[in-house]
T-cell receptor, first 113, second 112 residues
C-alpha cells in the first residue's frame, strides 16, 4: 500500500517568513495530493490540492509543487501570519481501488508574531 | 466545499456504556464514508471504511465488534463504541468523499 512520509514534524518561523513542508509517497499509482490544515480541536480543512497531471498550483499565499518522477510534493506558504499556525497534513490518494487517501504524520507550524 | 456534520462534538461517559456518533453529509450523497481516530498531536488513523448498504471494511487491528459501523443511507453513517473503556478515549473524526475528502467536526470521547 501507499506510504507517505512528511517532514519536518515541527516548523517554527517568524511572521512574514516563508514555510515549506515536504512529503514523499511510495505508490506511483497515486494521482491526487491534498493538503489539510487542522487547528487544535477542530476538523482538518482542505486548503489546496494537486493532481498528477499538474506540476504546480497556487492559491494566494499557498502553493503546492509536485515532482512525479521523484515522488515528492511540497506545500509552500509565503508571508506567514500567526493565524497560519496549525498542524498541516499531506495525503496521497491512488488512482484506483478504494480511493482511500493515506495521510502523512503532520507538521506543526508555529508562526511567531 | 461540501459540508459534513458530526454529532456529538463532545461526550463524557462511564466505563461500560456505549456511545453513538453520527456523521452526515449535508449537501451531497456519500456512498463511502471514513472513520478516523486521532490521538493528541498525532496523525489521522483510519479505522474503517463505511459503505452504504453493505458491511464496513475495518483496518487491521480495529475490533469490528467494539466499533460498530452502520451506513444505512447515502447521507448518514454511525459509529458506536460499545462497552467503552478509558483507553477508547480519543478524538474521532468522520469524513466523506464528494470528489474531494471533507471532514466532520470531530467527537472528543472521554471515558471515565
Amino acid at each position: 500500500g501507499e506510504n507517505v512520509e512528511q517532514h519536518p514534524s515541527t516548523l517554527s518561523v517568524q511572521e512574514g517568513d516563508s514555510a515549506v513542508i515536504k512529503c514523499t509517497y511510495s505508490d506511483s499509482a497515486s494521482n491526487y495530493f491534498p493538503w489539510y490544515k487542522q487547528e487544535l480541536g477542530k476538523r482538518p480543512q482542505l486548503i489546496i490540492d494537486i493532481r498528477s497531471n499538474v506540476g504546480e498550483k497556487k492559491d494566494q499565499r499557498i502553493a503546492v509543487t509536485l515532482n512525479k518522477t521523484a515522488k515528492h510534493f511540497s506545500l509552500h506558504i509565503t508571508e506567514t501570519q500567526p493565524e497560519d499556525s496549525a498542524v498541516y497534513f499531506c495525503a496521497a490518494r491512488p488512482r484506483g481501488g478504494s480511493y482511500i487517501p493515506t495521510f502523512g504524520r503532520g507538521t506543526s507550524l508555529i508562526v511567531h508574531p | 466545499g461540501a459540508v459534513v456534520s458530526q454529532h456529538p462534538s463532545r461526550v463524557i461517559c462511564k466505563s461500560g456504556t456505549s456511545v453513538k456518533i453520527e456523521c452526515r453529509s449535508l449537501d451531497f450523497q456519500a456512498t463511502t464514508m471514513f472513520w478516523y481516530r486521532q490521538f493528541p498531536k498525532q496523525s489521522l488513523m483510519l479505522m474503517a471504511t463505511s459503505n452504504e448498504g453493505s458491511k464496513a471494511t475495518y483496518e487491521q487491528g480495529v475490533e469490528k465488534d467494539k466499533f460498530l459501523i452502520n451506513h444505512a443511507s447515502l447521507t448518514l453513517s454511525t459509529l458506536t463504541v460499545t462497552s467503552a473503556h478509558p483507553e477508547d478515549s480519543s478524538f474521532y473524526i468522520c469524513s466523506a468523499m464528494s470528489e474531494k475528502l471533507f471532514f466532520g467536526s470531530g467527537t472528543q470521547l472521554s471515558v471515565l
